[in-house]
């Protein structure tokens, strides 16, 4: 299975900034996904991360808040814009070749 | 609408014993079931993964799928303190891309030494 990498592991911001996560794999991959996960919840699927166009989001998510690049085959940015206390949460981005893998997660405190 | 329901737990087994987890989802048009281990801090953990009806072992673990009654069930064979984790069910529905997961809430798993 692919290696995946995020940075940053965990950051603390304050209400209104911006921060924005990055996704490596260690191979090329043609889906990548961005999930949020709420404390003490499950994983819902923010959005797909399309090569060379916009991001698929899912009903809840929009560009604005949450955008996102895919630059290339092994690389995604998702920004988490203008926060709020509520989006604190585990951001995990994961590849999907004939299963699914998540990486380590980026776990957000927004004060 | 896409639903993935799981028994909400927490479920408390001893050590040795056969942990039965379940799941149900909403399409029967469905095709992809996952199963995923989440111990606390961590990102999930892909266990097993099954595609047809019928059973799929793995070791301590087996899958169980029947589409007719659109539910999934991983039970975990001699049961050890280590398999103490929140285990979530994923399923792909027809509406979504062939690879998008939808998570049931997860089910709390504590083997008892």
């Known amino acids: 299975s692919a290696v995946i990498s995020q940075k940053p592991s965990r950051d603390i911001c304050q209400r209104g900034t911006s921060l924005t996560i990055q996704c490596q794999v260690d191979?090329?991959?043609?889906?990548m996904f961005w999930y949020r996960q709420q404390p003490g919840q499950s994983l819902t699927l923010i959005a797909t991360a399309n090569q060379g166009s916009e991001a698929t989001y899912e009903s809840g998510f929009v560009i604005d808040k949450f955008p996102i690049s895919r630059p290339n085959l092994t690389f995604s940015t998702l920004t988490v814009s203008n926060m709020s206390p509520e989006d604190s949460s585990i951001y995990l981005c994961?590849?999907?070749?004939?299963?699914?893998?998540f990486g380590p997660g980026t776990r957000l405190l927004v004060l | 609408q896409k639903e993935v329901e799981q028994n909400s737990g927490p479920l408390s087994v001893p050590e040795g014993a056969i942990a039965s987890l379940n799941c149900t989802y909403s399409?029967?048009?469905?095709?992809?079931f996952f199963w995923y281990r989440q111990y606390s801090g961590k990102s999930p953990e892909l266990i097993m993964f099954i595609y047809s009806n019928g059973d799929k072992e793995d070791g301590r673990f087996t899958a169980q799928l029947n589409k007719a009654s659109q539910y999934v069930s991983l039970l975990i064979r001699d049961s050890q303190p280590s398999d103490s984790a929140t285990y979530l069910c994923?399923?792909?529905?027809?509406?979504?891309?062939?690879?998008?997961?939808?998570f049931g809430s997860g089910t709390q798993l504590t083997v008892l030494p």
């Open positions: 994961s590849v999907a070749d004939e299963t699914q893998y």
């Open positions: 399409d029967r048009g469905s095709q992809s």
């Open positions: 994923a399923v792909t529905f027809p509406s979504g891309s062939a690879r998008q997961l939808t």
């Open positions: 191979s090329q991959v043609t889906m």
